[in-house]
């Protein structure tokens, strides 16, 4: 029967008849309806950091739904697992005296920040500064300021007249930056947004010392460095923002998935002390904005469940040892015909980039391939119409990644077998 749910970045024509129906999850596992497992090589959409069935969540999250159920934190209001949490995001963040604003995901963080960005410089007396400058390839998510911001073209089309003060650069020049600020004058630029290792844009590490040399011209004209560290975060690049291996510290930092491990939706921004400053030792100055859901009290229970995970069985260092062996899994396939490019080595991400010629003679062909690979027991996911990517639990094991490069690479050769 045709479904009735209407998929995210889903072709309906296609997939109405046919919805690949996940039924339960434990560990680094996912089980269909049949009862057949797939390797979680992708962690969910990124966030499953502590991988699934993790009971302890659970319980937090039970316990915390008995005592309060939720409760908004609009004006005064508040609740202790909301406190908790701000508190220890606080301590963990990269910036002095952090101030934590919880949203419910991703596009609403990057939302969030860029309008912070902009009331920061109104409230200091530049209106004017309302530019957000973002980079090719990157993805924001698909709210308003994150659909404008984004860098993967596709993510733009269609949907009208976005924000028109938005600019792109080259991902991986700072120069490129630089002159972007030259043409478009430091004064009229609120922020700069980008993500530590672009996700969804084809899983791509920043070149050496791009991101250094970045948040330096940033700082240099005034303008706000915005690490959307929604993917980076909690642990998948190593450090609990997705920022401290290259040692920067951002104005802003926007953060989800993988602080509740997906458990339930959360996202947020860090604000460093000077930027949150200007609103919290202002009396009478409303930020007017907020989504309902912003430091629910259960859903702050299960990201702090998570946190302690995370901390206990230290995770992120777990990813920064086990980034080398997975992209050596997958490095093999460089020497294949049917492979352009393999990206990875900075954290638990990395990417197999199908050939040019071959994508343009077989249209869909990364999609077989992403189906062939499932069929024989890997989640992965197709980025872009030509690259396949990964980005498994952190609890994988080095066994688990050897299974997983294995399997791409005979779901590649079953498709090109024909
Ligand atoms: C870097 C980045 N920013 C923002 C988002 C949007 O997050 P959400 O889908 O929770 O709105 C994503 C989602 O993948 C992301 O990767």
């Known amino acids: 029967m045709e479904t009735r749910l ?26 269909d309806t049949d009862g057949t497992r797939y390797l979680d090589g992708t962690a969910g959409l990124w966030y499953c950091n502590a991988g699934h069935g993790r009971a302890e969540i659970v319980d937090a999250t039970a316990a915390q739904m008995r005592r309060l159920d939720s409760y908004f934190t609009f004006g005064d209001f508040s609740n202790e697992p909301a406190e908790r949490l701000a508190t220890r995001l606080s301590e963990l963040a990269p910036m002095e005296q952090a101030r934590i604003f919880f949203t419910t995901g991703g596009g609403e963080s990057v939302d969030t920040a860029a309008k912070l960005a902009r009331l ?17 390839h990157s993805y924001h998510g698909t709210n308003g300021f994150g659909t404008s911001l984004a860098g993967i073209e596709v993510n733009r089309d269609g949907f009208g007249p976005l924000l028109s003060d938005a600019t792109r650069v080259a991902h991986d020049d700072a120069e490129d930056l630089r002159a972007a600020i030259e043409r478009i ?29 970045a948040a330096k011209i940033c700082a240099e004209h005034g303008i706000l460095f915005v690490a959307d560290s929604v993917i980076c975060g909690f642990g998948r690049v190593g450090g609990w923002f997705g920022v401290e291996r290259w040692g920067l510290r951002p104005d802003l930092i926007t953060f989800a998935k993988g602080v509740t491990s997906g458990y339930l939706p959360l996202g947020g921004v860090a604000a460093a002390g000077h ?16 989504p309902t859901y912003s430091g629910h009290p259960t859903v702050a229970a299960a990201a702090l469940a998570n ?28 020497e294949h015909p049917a492979v352009a490019d393999v ?20 249209k869909g062909i990364a999609a077989r391939m992403q189906l062939a690979i499932r069929e024989r027991g890997l989640i992965v996911r197709v980025l872009g119409g030509s690259t396949l990517v990964v980005s498994p639990p ?7 990644i050897g299974v997983l490069g294995k399997t791409m690479a005979e779901g590649i050769d079953a498709v090109l077998a024909g």
Do not use: C
């Open 6 to 31: 209407w998929h995210p970045f889903a072709n309906m024509a296609e997939v109405k008849d046919k919805p690949f129906l996940v039924d339960r999850a434990e560990g680094v596992w996912i089980y």
């Open 120 to 136: 920061y410089w109104a409230r200091r007396g530049e209106p004017q500064r309302v530019h957000i400058v973002s980079r090719r």
């Open 185 to 213: 004058g430091a004064e009229n630029i609120a922020a700069f947004f980008a993500e530590p290792v672009i996700g969804a844009g084809g899983a791509r590490p920043p070149e050496p010392g791009y991101l250094e040399a």
């Open 275 to 290: 930027v949150a400053d200007v609103f919290w030792e202002a009396p009478g100055s409303l930020v007017a904005h907020g």
């Open 307 to 334: 946190l302690d995970i995370l901390e206990r069985e230290d995770l992120p260092g777990r990813a920064v040892e086990l980034e080398r062996p997975l992209l050596e899994a997958l490095l093999p396939l460089r």
């Open 343 to 362: 990206r990875g080595g900075v954290g638990l991400i990395a990417a197999v980039e199908l050939d040019g010629e071959l994508l343009a003679e077989h």
């Open 394 to 400: 952190l609890i994988i094991t080095e066994d688990e």
